[in-house]
Every structure is written in C-alpha cells, then in structure tokens.
C-alpha cells in the first residue's frame, strides 16, 4: 500500500490571497484563495463562508476531451462538481478552521473565501493532492486589514497588520481505488484509475479524528477492508504530518 | 427530541404514479418524500454510449431553485449505487434515465432517493442483480438515531449516509460529514445494517403485494 511522494509548497501564486501547490506523483494541483466581502447568513451573523470550485485545466492530460477519462471518476462535469463538494464537506467536517475569525462585523460584513482548485497536471487521484493544497492555501492566507467607511462600506485600510487564521488540524486524505473484492490499490494512478470501479477515499485530521468517510463507484466493499483502509490512513495522517511540517505541523501563534 | 431511536421512521410508497414513465414511484421516510420517474433502455446520445453497458444516469432535483454541487454530488451518489445493481451489461448502447424530484426535505434525504430509486427501477422493471437498501444514521455524544429528521441532523455532530447490499451487507457507499473515531465508524455501519434488513424488508413485502 503505497503513495507516490508528495510535495506541498505555499504562497506560489502572489496575486491571490492564500495560495498553495500541492503534488502527489505526477498529479498536481494548484489552489487559490481569493476573499471577497459578503453579507453573512441571518442565522449565523458571526459566520463566514467558503465556497469550493475544481477544474481540470486543458492542459492536464492528452485526454482530458476524450470519452476515456469521462469513463473515470473525473473528466466529466458532474464528477467533477461531485468532487469539489465533497472537498467542501470534509473542510467543514474536519473544523479547520473556525468561520468566526472570517467576520468583518457582525451581521454585516464577512469575508467570502473563494477556494479555486485547478489540477494542471492529471496522474490519477486528484481528491488527495486536492485537499493537501487547499490545507496549504488556507495556512498561508492573509485576512487583510479593514476599516469601515460610514456608509456600512468595508475598505481596506493601510495601518494595521494582516491576520492569519488559527487552523485547529488539517485533514489528510487518502484514496484507494477498488478493483474487486480482493484488490484494493492506495493512490492509484492514471492508468489504473481507468480500470477501477469503486474508489474509497479516507480522511484523517492532524489530531487524529476521522473527517471522511467516502465510499464511491459500483464496486462494493466490506466493512472490514472499510477498517483495514481506516487503519492505513491513520497511519498515513501521522507520517504526513512529520514529513511536510511546515504545513500541517503545529505554528505557535 | 427523542435520545438514541434505533427505529425507522414510517415507510410510505405508492407505484405508478406518473402515466408515462416506464416505472415511478413516490417514496417516503417519515415526511421526507422523493417522486422518482425511471425511464429506459432507451436511446443514448453519441457523446454518452458505452459499446459494453447501459448508461446509467441519474437526475436530482430540488424542490425549488437550480442544481448546485450539493446535489451534483447526490445524482453521483445515486448514479453509483443504482449501477452496482443494474444489470447494465444486457442492454449496450442504451441509457437508463432516474429522476428523482425532491418533494420534501425532512432528513435523511440521500438514503430516501436511493430507496425510492431502487423502488422506481423495480417498478419499471429494469433487471437488477440484487436489492440494495440506504440507511442514515447520526451520532451526538453516543447517541445514535436512524433514519433522522431534519432536526435531529442540524443537533448531531456526525451525519453517515451507507447503501448496503441486501445479500451480503456489503457497503455500496458511505458518505460522512462530522468528526468522528474509527471505534464510533465501526459502531453506525452496525447499527445501519441492521436497519438495512428492514427497509430491505419493507421493498420486498410492497412488490409482492402490489404485483400487476
């Protein structure tokens, strides 16, 4: 059960207010943050939000219009979509971060951060190098300071020091593709992807807690490989955190 | 506010309800109801055809307003576990069309829809390989509850939507939202096969007794 090597760098994109790149293998995935004012929702007015969006960028692979890769788990818009909400469901399962530090003022004005996920390079398992670079972006994102004019507008002000967020723990995802009941393939690649019927994607936070559970395709699969994949992304979690800590270790702030 | 209820909600469905559809079904879990319109073999546009299989595709469609990834996301769900059960391999080149049009959201919607899917395609007669059944099944402290409401899934802090098959009690799919240990994972996949065999039960008793 192995992972292709992994890579994470932060801040690559300077005009975007959090940004991060992360690679598995071949597979890479870009991330960029961009914070917009909004109103927040009348139930939470001490609450902002993030939205999630993926693309695979034309240039990712030879055959990203081809029938063959809408046959796979990504390639068509659908599966794409589907993605890109389950990446926002574990970064809202995982409470990362606490949407509290986005407000502005209350019930007026939050920050709406925009999470931009575009895959330039298409390896196979998108979700894992996905979720790693959003992880990276949201640690290196920069609230700017504001102030707020006397018509309610929210500006940006030049006195004061931009903030970070507080991130409580990252979530760290790993994908296994299933073959059938027998065979079970952690990260699977490209060519691999292309076979596979069933896909198990696990995420386990920096902590230790268990944030997804996500089990999809028409293979079906028993509860005890459910375990037997929980137990190898537990471990997973743990190296991760040693092998790239200046991104998912600990920042005393 | 019930403590812990390891009881379905009641099950309600009614067949045949739309004229045209080769199969319909309306299907409901305590007030969360789905109208489910299947539709097929029939033909397949160039750019979805599969030489070896049936397409299967699957609609999702909210009670007001347009499609957004959340629900892209359950017409993926969907579309995955009604595949793992139609036998696709005996109708090539054709398109199996479910959709499934959201009446009313009180909880436990994921599994409503896959139910009722499962409902609609026996109805229309498509040929399946076995019964799959959903079960949803929240988590607060170590309380659990099937089949919540609405209610009861805004106050848990775990949210586990698993598809089972009715043969063996493999996991079709599992979906999870919250933060959770392995020992509570292990603890719900118990509990929802459990009420598995139920709503399994329920499906085959409604078919028997409303053959036409």
Redesign the interface.
């Known amino acids: 059960m192995d992972v292709r090597r992994t890579a994470v760098s932060l801040g690559s994109i300077k005009t975007a207010d959090g940004s991060a790149l992360a690679k598995v293998g071949g597979t890479t995935v870009a991330c960029g943050l961009k914070l917009e004012v909004g109103i927040p929702s009348a139930l939470k007015p001490k609450e902002g939000r993030f939205e999630v969006s993926l693309k695979l960028a034309s240039l990712c692979s030879p055959e990203i219009n081809k029938k063959s890769l809408g046959r796979t788990f990504v390639g068509n818009d659908k599966r794409i979509d589907a993605m890109a909400a389950t990446i926002k469901k574990t970064i809202a399962s995982s409470q990362m971060m606490n949407l509290e530090e986005l407000c502005i003022k209350e019930g007026a004005s939050v920050w709406v951060v925009y999470i931009d996920l575009v895959c330039v390079d298409f390896s196979g398992n998108i979700f894992d190098a996905a979720l790693m670079a959003v992880g990276g972006a949201l640690r290196s994102l920069q609230l700017p300071p504001t102030q707020i004019a006397e018509d309610g507008e929210v500006m940006l002000s030049r006195e004061g020091k931009s903030s970070r967020l507080t991130i409580k723990r990252y979530p760290i995802s790993i994908s296994f593709g299933i073959l059938d009941q027998k065979h079970i393939v952690a990260d699977p690649t490209a060519e691999e992807e292309k076979l596979l019927e069933g896909r198990l994607s696990v995420a386990f936070t920096t902590d230790g807690h268990l944030c997804l559970v996500h089990k999809e395709g028409r293979e079906s699969i028993s509860s005890k490989r459910i375990n037997d994949c929980l137990d190898i992304a537990e471990k997973y979690a743990e190296k991760m955190v040693k092998k790239h800590p200046k991104v998912f270790g600990f920042v005393a702030s | 506010a019930m403590a812990g209820r390891g009881r379905l909600r009641s099950i309600g469905c009614e067949r045949g309800v739309l004229n045209r559809a080769d199969g319909s079904v309306r299907y409901s879990q305590g007030n969360s109801c789905v109208l489910v319109c299947v539709n097929g073999p029939m033909r397949v546009s160039r750019?979805d055809e599969?030489i070896h299989n049936a397409t299967v595709q699957v609609f999702v469609k909210p009670i007001t307003g347009n499609e957004d990834?959340?629900h892209?996301?359950m017409?993926?769900?969907v579309e995955?576990c009604l595949?793992?059960v139609i036998l696709v391999k005996m109708h090539p080149l054709t398109r199996i069309q479910i959709v499934i049009q959201l009446l009313d959201v009180d909880g436990s919607i994921l599994s409503c829809a896959i139910n009722g899917a499962m409902m609609g395609l026996i109805d229309a007669g498509i040929q399946c390989n076995k019964l799959l059944a959903a079960v949803t099944v929240t988590q607060l402290d170590s309380e659990m509850i099937v089949d919540p409401s609405k209610d009861d899934e805004k106050r848990a802090s775990v949210v586990?939507n698993l598809a089972f098959?009715a043969n063996?009690?493999?996991?079709?799919?599992?979906?999870?939202?919250?933060?959770?240990?392995?020992s509570?994972?292990?603890n719900i996949?118990n509990t929802a096969q459990k009420a598995a065999l139920k709503v399994e039960k329920f499906m085959r008793k409604f078919f028997e007794s409303t053959m036409r």
């Open positions: 750019k599969n990834i959340e892209m996301l017409s993926t769900m995955d595949s793992s586990v098959n063996d009690q493999q996991i079709i799919l599992s979906n999870t939202n919250g933060l959770l240990s392995k509570d994972y292990h996949i």
